[in-house]
Nanobody, 118 residues
Framework: QVQLVESGGGLVQPGGSLRLSCAASGSIGSLNVMGWYRQAPGKERELVATITSGGSTTYADSGKGRFTISRDNAKNTVYLQMNSLKPEDTAVYYC???WGLGYRFYSWGHGTQVTVSS
């Protein structure tokens, strides 16, 4: 069973920065995709960024140029560096990992709250 534990959320002023971390415990194999999603109140969960075990990344347009996703494969940990934060970035941020043939297995973290407000 794979468990994900997120950390690093909090309250930050507009223009500030936060770094989220997510550590996966359990076997996720050598080929997998780790990523971050977010859900704001009253909205659907949306993609923020993903990174494969090979280092290929994808970003939602909302975070391009401001967010950077990275990972440490030895620690099965994924990071999200968020700069120039805006109030509209306020949401619960969820970590996700997909693995197995066709990435048919997946797990979600419990989420960490990010609030951008003055």
């Amino acid at each position: 069973q794979v468990q994900l534990v997120e950390s690093g959320g909090g309250l930050v002023q507009p223009g500030g920065s936060l770094r989220l971390s997510c550590a996966a415990s359990g076997s996720i194999g050598s080929l997998n995709v780790m990523g971050w999603y977010r859900q704001a109140p009253g909205k659907e969960r949306e993609l923020v960024a993903t990174i494969t075990s090979g280092g290929s990344t994808t970003y939602a347009d909302s975070g391009k140029g401001r967010f950077t996703i990275s990972r440490d494969n030895a620690k099965n940990t994924v990071y999200l560096q968020m700069n120039s934060l805006k109030p509209e970035d306020t949401a619960v941020y969820y970590c996700n990992v997909k693995w197995g043939l066709g990435y048919r297995f997946y797990s979600w973290g419990h989420g960490t709250q990010v609030t951008v407000s003055s």
